[in-house]
Protein backbone atom coordinates (compact mmCIF):
# COMPACT_ATOMS: atom_id res chain seq x y z
CA UNK A 1 0.00 0.00 0.00
CA UNK A 2 2.82 2.38 0.90
CA UNK A 3 4.70 2.15 -2.27
CA UNK A 4 1.39 2.89 -4.50
CA UNK A 5 0.55 6.17 -2.46
CA UNK A 6 4.24 6.98 -2.36
CA UNK A 7 4.00 6.61 -6.49
CA UNK A 8 0.67 8.79 -6.38
CA UNK A 9 2.33 11.55 -4.89
CA UNK A 10 5.38 11.78 -6.66
CA UNK A 11 3.58 11.57 -9.85
CA UNK A 12 0.97 14.28 -9.31
CA UNK A 13 4.27 15.96 -7.67
CA UNK A 14 5.99 15.87 -10.67
CA UNK A 15 3.12 16.58 -13.08
CA UNK A 16 2.71 20.07 -11.19
CA UNK A 17 6.73 20.82 -11.76
CA UNK A 18 5.60 20.81 -14.93
CA UNK A 19 3.61 24.41 -14.91
CA UNK A 20 6.86 25.84 -13.11
CA UNK A 21 9.05 25.31 -16.38
CA UNK A 22 9.70 26.94 -19.29
CA UNK A 23 9.62 23.57 -21.31
CA UNK A 24 6.50 23.43 -24.04
CA UNK A 25 3.49 21.95 -22.46
CA UNK A 26 2.56 20.25 -25.67
CA UNK A 27 5.79 17.95 -25.31
CA UNK A 28 5.84 17.78 -21.34
CA UNK A 29 1.87 16.15 -21.02
CA UNK A 30 2.62 13.48 -23.53
CA UNK A 31 6.23 12.81 -21.84
CA UNK A 32 4.64 12.98 -18.23
CA UNK A 33 2.18 10.64 -19.31
CA UNK A 34 4.32 8.22 -20.52
CA UNK A 35 6.76 8.19 -17.96
CA UNK A 36 4.25 7.73 -15.17
CA UNK A 37 2.36 4.89 -17.66
CA UNK A 38 6.04 3.02 -17.47
CA UNK A 39 6.20 3.41 -13.51
CA UNK A 40 2.79 2.33 -13.06
CA UNK A 41 3.40 -0.94 -15.18
CA UNK A 42 7.05 -1.69 -13.48
CA UNK A 43 6.13 -1.22 -10.38
CA UNK A 44 3.18 -3.78 -11.40
CA UNK A 45 4.58 -6.50 -13.41
CA UNK A 46 8.66 -5.57 -12.70
CA UNK A 47 8.91 -4.54 -16.77
CA UNK A 48 8.99 -2.01 -18.88
CA UNK A 49 7.01 -2.26 -22.15
CA UNK A 50 9.20 -1.75 -25.24
CA UNK A 51 6.23 0.15 -27.24
CA UNK A 52 5.82 2.80 -24.27
CA UNK A 53 10.04 3.22 -23.87
CA UNK A 54 9.77 3.31 -27.84
CA UNK A 55 7.67 6.43 -27.95
CA UNK A 56 9.50 8.08 -25.06
CA UNK A 57 12.18 8.01 -27.32
CA UNK A 58 10.26 8.99 -30.71
CA UNK A 59 8.96 11.80 -28.63
CA UNK A 60 12.21 13.09 -27.62
CA UNK A 61 13.64 12.87 -31.41
CA UNK A 62 10.31 15.01 -32.07
CA UNK A 63 11.37 17.66 -29.50
CA UNK A 64 14.60 17.64 -30.28
CA UNK A 65 13.73 18.18 -33.89
CA UNK A 66 10.94 20.86 -33.05
CA UNK A 67 13.34 23.20 -30.88
CA UNK A 68 16.08 23.08 -33.94
CA UNK A 69 18.25 20.84 -31.88
CA UNK A 70 21.33 19.51 -33.84
CA UNK A 71 20.62 15.64 -33.07
CA UNK A 72 24.32 14.60 -32.81
CA UNK A 73 23.90 15.89 -29.56
CA UNK A 74 20.77 13.87 -28.60
CA UNK A 75 22.70 10.76 -30.30
CA UNK A 76 25.73 11.22 -28.10
CA UNK A 77 23.46 11.51 -25.07
CA UNK A 78 21.73 7.93 -26.49
CA UNK A 79 25.11 5.97 -27.21
CA UNK A 80 26.76 7.21 -23.80
CA UNK A 81 23.41 6.01 -21.29
CA UNK A 82 23.10 3.18 -23.31
CA UNK A 83 26.83 2.05 -23.24
CA UNK A 84 26.90 2.71 -19.33
CA UNK A 85 24.35 0.97 -18.26
CA UNK A 86 25.55 -1.72 -19.95
CA UNK A 87 28.98 -1.94 -18.32
CA UNK A 88 27.20 -1.15 -14.91
CA UNK A 89 25.02 -4.22 -15.64
CA UNK A 90 27.35 -6.56 -17.01
CA UNK A 91 29.73 -5.84 -14.66
CA UNK A 92 26.97 -6.23 -11.64
CA UNK A 93 26.50 -9.72 -13.27
CA UNK A 94 30.19 -10.82 -13.19
CA UNK A 95 30.46 -9.63 -9.64
CA UNK A 96 27.29 -11.09 -8.14
CA UNK A 97 26.06 -13.94 -10.41
CA UNK A 98 22.65 -12.23 -10.72
CA UNK A 99 20.75 -9.33 -13.35
CA UNK A 100 20.77 -5.90 -11.05
CA UNK A 101 19.49 -4.31 -13.80
CA UNK A 102 16.77 -4.76 -16.63
CA UNK A 103 17.13 -4.31 -20.10
CA UNK A 104 13.61 -1.93 -19.76
CA UNK A 105 15.77 0.16 -17.40
CA UNK A 106 18.94 0.45 -19.45
CA UNK A 107 16.39 1.12 -22.71
CA UNK A 108 14.41 3.74 -20.79
CA UNK A 109 17.84 5.27 -19.47
CA UNK A 110 18.76 5.94 -23.16
CA UNK A 111 15.48 6.61 -24.19
CA UNK A 112 14.96 9.27 -22.16
CA UNK A 113 18.62 10.49 -22.54
CA UNK A 114 17.56 11.50 -25.88
CA UNK A 115 15.68 14.45 -24.21
CA UNK A 116 18.66 15.64 -22.40
CA UNK A 117 22.86 16.85 -22.60
CA UNK A 118 25.71 14.17 -21.57
CA UNK A 119 26.23 16.44 -19.07
CA UNK A 120 23.13 16.01 -17.53
CA UNK A 121 23.12 12.43 -16.94
CA UNK A 122 24.68 11.81 -14.08
CA UNK A 123 22.12 13.87 -12.41
CA UNK A 124 19.53 11.18 -13.87
CA UNK A 125 21.68 8.61 -12.33
CA UNK A 126 22.04 10.26 -9.22
CA UNK A 127 18.31 11.20 -8.30
CA UNK A 128 17.32 8.03 -9.36
CA UNK A 129 19.68 5.89 -7.34
CA UNK A 130 18.92 7.71 -3.83
CA UNK A 131 15.26 7.91 -4.91
CA UNK A 132 15.47 4.14 -5.25
CA UNK A 133 17.30 3.85 -1.94
CA UNK A 134 14.79 5.98 -0.08
CA UNK A 135 12.07 3.79 -1.45
CA UNK A 136 13.75 0.67 -0.30
CA UNK A 137 14.60 1.64 2.87
CA UNK A 138 10.88 2.90 3.53
CA UNK A 139 9.45 -0.04 1.49
CA UNK A 140 11.74 -2.83 3.58
CA UNK A 141 11.94 -1.57 6.77
CA UNK A 142 9.61 -3.72 8.55
CA UNK A 143 9.56 -6.35 6.47
CA UNK A 144 11.23 -9.86 7.98
CA UNK A 145 12.35 -10.71 4.67
CA UNK A 146 15.50 -10.95 3.44
CA UNK A 147 16.44 -7.70 2.06
CA UNK A 148 19.62 -8.66 -0.36
CA UNK A 149 16.32 -11.40 -2.12
CA UNK A 150 13.78 -8.28 -2.67
CA UNK A 151 13.41 -7.01 -6.69
CA UNK A 152 12.78 -3.24 -6.52
CA UNK A 153 11.24 -1.96 -9.87
CA UNK A 154 14.01 0.91 -11.27
CA UNK A 155 12.16 2.11 -13.85
CA UNK A 156 10.02 4.57 -11.89
CA UNK A 157 12.74 6.30 -10.14
CA UNK A 158 14.50 6.37 -13.51
CA UNK A 159 11.48 7.98 -14.85
CA UNK A 160 10.83 10.82 -11.96
CA UNK A 161 14.63 11.59 -12.74
CA UNK A 162 14.36 12.15 -16.34
CA UNK A 163 11.44 14.27 -15.71
CA UNK A 164 12.86 16.71 -13.11
CA UNK A 165 16.16 16.91 -14.79
CA UNK A 166 14.54 17.35 -18.24
CA UNK A 167 12.23 20.33 -16.77
CA UNK A 168 15.18 21.89 -14.91
CA UNK A 169 17.15 22.46 -17.82
CA UNK A 170 20.60 23.82 -17.47
CA UNK A 171 19.78 24.80 -14.11
CA UNK A 172 21.85 21.89 -12.37
CA UNK A 173 24.67 22.11 -14.39
CA UNK A 174 24.85 26.05 -14.08
CA UNK A 175 24.64 25.53 -10.11
CA UNK A 176 27.75 23.81 -10.62
CA UNK A 177 29.62 25.94 -12.19
Known amino acids: MIQKTLLVFLMLASFSMMFLSERPIYFAVPLWGLLSSLSFFDF ?3 RLPNILTALVLCLGIAYNIYIDKNLLLPLTSFLISSALLIIISLTYY ?12 IKLFAAGAVWLSPYQL ?10 AILYFFISFERVNVAATNQKIPYGPFLAIAIWSVWLSGDYLIR ?3
Open 44 to 46: KAL
Open 94 to 105: KLRGRLGLGMGD
Open 122 to 131: PFVLLISSLT
Open 175 to 177: LLQ
